[in-house]
């Protein structure tokens, strides 16, 4: 068979710094990857977390060029960003209906959150994701009470804490929220307290909803054990190979899964909504709020920002168009 692989990397910045528990996140690097075989071009995107635990962009670097000598090597398991760069490459999300999901907005983090979430809900978002652990507690409480009030008949908070707290503060966190309409507290202590965050969400009415603790190989079958209901937060780019989520997936049907970006290109994102779109047993707003995080004259973007975005919509051209800007 015809196979040549090629990779190129690409270095966005955001905006403005990204502030979360794990600091200040200036830009975003990755990999784009180029797929032909037989005549067919396919492409896909390896968009590292190392903060999650996946591979390195250099690793997947040095990876991809021992590949494209050797077709026949094996990715390891541990590399999970690169193995789904290259399910999508050779075609496995391909066949997707065009389908339209809601997009929950992305507020910064601290008190510049209420202007966002008031321009947001004047844009029509209706579901918002609002990241805490950056600032001192009682600051964030204190302004996570103005959110409910502006946002009260309007819409719902998601709170993502990107493993930050510690046991104590998950549970003050968890008890402030018992009289809001929170949708959920996204993983609010360190991969290896699942569970801990498992008996807090026995305790409490507010959903603990997992992210980081889903990166890795095994880690949704294992930690549906402790959440048989989820929510799991489950970003397409870190899953690893398509075929085995997807199994996955159907033997799970009853778990809740919300499908979040992990601030791609136009080319990662469109996989990991092409997913989100197969998937018949999630109709949750979609966490790509990250489309805002970019200038809105990068050139590796392609979808619009809004309340809604649609699976399927960029074409062979568009891939290539966003290869050849590289």
Known sequence: MEHHLAWKPYCRPFRTPLRTAYGEWAEREGLLVRLEA?????????????????????????????????????????????????????????????????????????????????TL??????????????????????????????????????????????????????????DYPVEYLEQPMEPGN???????????????????????????????????????????????SVESYQAWRSFHSGVRVIYSSAFETAIGIEAALRLAAQDEFSSEAVGFGTLEAFPHDDVLGGHPYGPTLTAGTLTSGDYEAIWNRL
């Open 38 to 118: 037989d005549g067919a071009v396919g492409y896909g995107e390896v968009a590292p977390l190392e903060s999650f635990g996946t591979e390195s962009v250099l690793d997947a670097a040095e990876f991809l060029d021992a590949l494209a000598e050797d077709p026949d090597l094996e990715v390891p398991p541990q590399f999970v960003c690169t193995r789904f760069a290259l399910d999508c490459a050779g075609g496995a999300l391909r066949k997707t209906p065009k389908r339209t999901l809601h997009v929950s907005g992305l507020l910064p983090a601290g008190i510049t959150a209420y202007a966002a979430l008031q």
């Open 194 to 240: 699942e569970a801990s965050m498992a008996v807090l969400a026995e305790r409490y009415a507010v959903p603990i909803a997992l992210d980081e603790s889903l990166c890795g190989p095994g880690a949704l079958l294992k930690f549906a054990e402790f959440f048989p209901k989820g929510p799991f937060v489950v970003k397409p780019s870190l899953i690893g």
């Open 121 to 178: 809900l004047n844009q029509g978002f209706t579901t918002f994701k609002w990241k805490i652990g950056v600032e001192p507690m009682e600051v964030e409480r204190q302004l996570c009470a103005e959110l409910f009030k502006l946002l009260h008949g309007k819409g719902i908070l998601r709170l993502d804490a990107n493993a930050g707290l510690s046991y104590e503060e998950t549970e003050e966190w968890l008890e402030f929220l018992e």
